[in-house]
T-cell receptor, first 111, second 113 residues
């Protein structure tokens, strides 16, 4: 089992749609959780941190469920510019604070 | 300012060459990272420096040699690479090495011929 697993993609959605991504992690000692987006041939950019209480930034909402060991990202009112790969990132404490990326989920938003 | 800079942007090197990748940040971050990313794959952690000391080496072959001359600079020295080492090499930094957000540089696209 991979340490961090994400929904397989790609997701193809029309503009204005709501889309949700899920990510599960295997290490219950994981400390921190993030969502990054990566555009083609660019570096990953931080989208948001994920907290147990949930957090929202405009059209984006992230949730963490420690009991079930998953995190989610909800994008409302999708825009063409949301088309990218979304990467789930987990920092765990096993022999040091290691950063593990999920494989990423590709999102295509179409007009 | 959340800028991490990397040089060069592109690098082509032969298997017998020695080259270095450079990374710089001026955010006062105390942790810096090297990642390797192959096409259509996520970044894979290679090394972590925390307070200028190597804290994590993810069993990276010795032909990759990291160096942290000071808290703002991170180098990756390359020697006797293989064609399969061709990839995007990303540098990142964060406040500390534990629970903090990481900010990435634009990467160096390396081709080994």
């Amino acid at each position: 089992r991979k340490e961090v697993e994400q929904d397989p993609g790609p997701f193809n959605v029309p503009e204005g749609a709501t889309v949700a991504f899920n990510c599960t992690y295997s290490n219950s000692a994981s400390q921190s959780f993030f969502w990054y987006r990566q555009d083609c041939r660019k570096e990953p950019k931080l989208l948001m941190s994920v907290y147990s209480s949930g957090n929202e930034d405009g059209r984006f909402t992230a949730q963490l469920n420690r009991a079930s060991q998953y995190i989610s990202l909800l994008i409302r009112d999708s825009k063409l510019s949301d088309s990218a790969t979304y990467l789930c990132v987990v920092i765990g404490n096993t022999g040091g604070f290691k950063t593990i990326f999920g494989a990423g989920t590709r999102l295509f938003v179409k007009a | 300012d959340t800028e991490v800079t990397q040089t060069p942007k592109h690098l082509v090197m032969g298997m017998t060459n020695k080259k270095s990748l450079k990374c710089e940040q001026h955010m006062g971050h105390r942790a810096m990272y090297w990642y390797k990313q192959k096409a259509k794959k996520p970044p894979e952690l290679m090394f972590v420096y925390s307070y200028e000391k190597l804290s994590i080496n993810e069993s990276v072959p010795s032909r990759f040699s990291p160096e942290c001359p000071n808290s703002s600079l991170l180098n990756l020295h390359l020697h006797a690479l293989q064609p399969e080492d061709s990839a995007l090499y990303l540098c990142a930094s964060s406040q500390g090495d534990r629970s903090y957000e990481q900010y990435f540089g634009p990467g160096t696209r390396l081709t080994v011929t």
